[in-house]
């Protein structure tokens, strides 16, 4: 049975940083898709961080390119998010999900990893990040 625990997130003021860590439990499929979203009171679920294990490309949302960054320990099957100069905007539940294939499309010449949700297949139950100003 495959799962995702989330863990890491808390409260938080404006401009400070936090880590979140999702380890991954019974998952044996290779070249695949992992990465984090979030969703807000009454907001979409939407992508924020993706990694292609293949050969560790990233991908980000362009609300947190330069703040946020995604990467993975491959040996303790664990994914980090290292969140800094945070805003309240970035308030939500963040949840670790990850596909069984990669989606990827091209876009401007370049294949970007996918951030659609429906293209993740395991999600884990998500952890609260809560910015304060």
């Known amino acids: 049975e495959v799962q995702l625990v989330e863990s890491g997130g808390g409260s938080v003021q404006a401009g400070g940083s936090l880590r979140l860590s999702c380890t991954v439990y019974?998952?044996?499929?290779?070249?695949?898709?992992i990465g984090w979203f979030r969703q807000a009171p009454g907001k979409d679920r939407e992508g924020v961080a993706g990694?292609?294990?293949?050969?560790?490309?990233?991908y980000y949302a362009n609300s947190v390119k330069g703040r946020f960054t995604i990467s993975r320990d491959n040996a303790k099957s664990t994914l980090f998010l290292q969140m800094n100069s945070l805003k309240p905007e970035d308030t939500a539940m963040y949840y670790c999900?990850?596909?069984?294939?990669?989606?990827?499309?091209?876009?401007?010449?370049?294949?970007?990893?996918?951030?659609?949700?429906?293209?993740?297949?395991?999600w884990g139950q998500g952890t609260q990040v809560t910015v304060s100003s």
């Open positions: 999900a990850a596909s069984r294939s990669c989606v990827r499309r091209l876009t401007a010449g370049t294949f970007l990893i996918s951030l659609e949700k429906a293209d993740f297949t395991y």
């Open positions: 019974g998952y044996t499929y290779s070249n695949y898709c």
């Open positions: 990694i292609y294990t293949a050969d560790n490309s990233t």
